[in-house]
């Protein structure tokens, strides 16, 4: 039986991409039911929202079904008050074959002021899939800048300390 659904995926457009392409901004007001009894935005909150930017950038840079495989120096690094925006900026860093890193950044926006601050940076590794599971090949990401490249780079150093430490803890199990 035909289903477009299970094509999906299977014939991705490879053609390379500019990080600007993934470019995604998320923002919303930091509600009471997000916090904690501080009054602060809960972390596991916090964590749920950067996942789903760092996704929705990724599925702009793929086109394709996507899985969570790491989540790399999350870092609280000021909390986030009830009443408060939560920013949460997210664009691809680096592709490999069939997997790619996302950076984002979340930052509190003071309503009543402006005042922005960075309050947590995260690298998370999304694995594009078939509907069935099976992994697909990513389009490339074109780096352009000294910056782009310097960033690339660290992902790439993020990368090898990654799979070291999945064999090493597979190889001693």
């Not at 991705?12 to 039911?33: F, G, H, I, Y």
């Not at 986030?80 to 979340?106: H, M, N, P, Y």
């Amino acid at each position: 039986m035909f289903s477009w659904p299970g094509l999906i995926g299977r014939f991705l457009d490879l053609t390379p991409k500019r990080a600007a392409e993934s470019a995604t901004e998320m923002v919303q007001v930091v509600l009471p039911n997000d916090a904690n009894p501080l009054g602060f935005i809960l972390g596991g909150t916090v964590m749920h929202l950067i996942d789903i930017a760092g996704a929705i950038a990724c599925h702009r840079h793929t086109r394709s079904l996507l899985v969570t495989a790491a989540v790399d120096d999350l870092q609280f690094l000021h909390p986030i008050k009830v009443g408060d925006l939560i920013i949460l900026k997210a664009r691809v860093t680096c592709a490999f074959r069939t997997s790619l890193e996302a950076q984002v950044d979340v930052y509190s926006e003071e309503t009543l002021t402006g005042r922005q601050q960075l309050t947590s940076r995260a690298f998370l590794t999304f694995v594009a899939v078939a509907q069935d599971g099976t992994r697909l090949a990513v389009p490339p990401l074109l780096v352009e800048t000294d910056e782009e490249r310097r960033v690339c780079e660290e992902a790439k150093l993020r990368r090898e300390g990654r799979l070291r430490k999945k064999v090493e803890s597979t190889t001693r199990s």
